[in-house]
């Protein structure tokens, strides 16, 4: 099972990325897939999940009317897009799968893990 992330940058505060997370086929089976970030010194935190069958997302309170997460079944592929973007969203930014049709919260929870990917947001 393969995950890769992509779409890291450096922007300024207000402004917006989209990350992408690119499953394998046999992660593709994963029944919900979630955004994961870890600042500086910080514990991994829950960003952003979504149920890969109905679609149904869940968000941490700090990115709710700015983040959006989406699936692409055709690609196999997860979105994060990232709007009005703050210092405080600086971060390895992770997408990971979880065998179970429950969303999770916590990153010991899902079974499998992309490399992270690097957004830094300056202001």
């Known amino acids: 099972v393969q995950l890769q992330a992509s779409g890291g940058g450096s922007v300024q505060a207000g402004g917006s990325l989209r990350l992408s997370c690119a499953a394998s086929?046999?992660?593709?089976?994963?029944?919900?897939m979630a955004w994961f970030r870890q600042a500086p010194g910080k514990e991994r935190e829950f960003v952003a999940a979504?149920?890969?069958?109905?679609?149904?997302?869940y968000y941490a309170e700090s990115v709710k009317g700015r983040f959006t997460t989406s699936r692409d079944r055709a690609e196999n592929t997860v979105y994060l897009q990232m709007d009005n973007l703050t210092p405080d969203d600086t971060g390895v930014y992770y997408c990971?799968?979880?065998?179970?049709?429950?969303?999770?919260?916590?990153?010991?929870?899902?079974?499998?893990w992309g490399r992270g990917t690097l957004v830094t947001v300056s202001s």
């Open positions: 990971a799968a979880r065998k179970s049709p429950f969303c999770a919260q916590t990153a010991l929870m899902y079974d499998y």
């Open positions: 086929a046999r992660a593709f089976s994963s029944h919900v």
């Open positions: 979504i149920r890969w069958g109905s679609g149904r997302t």
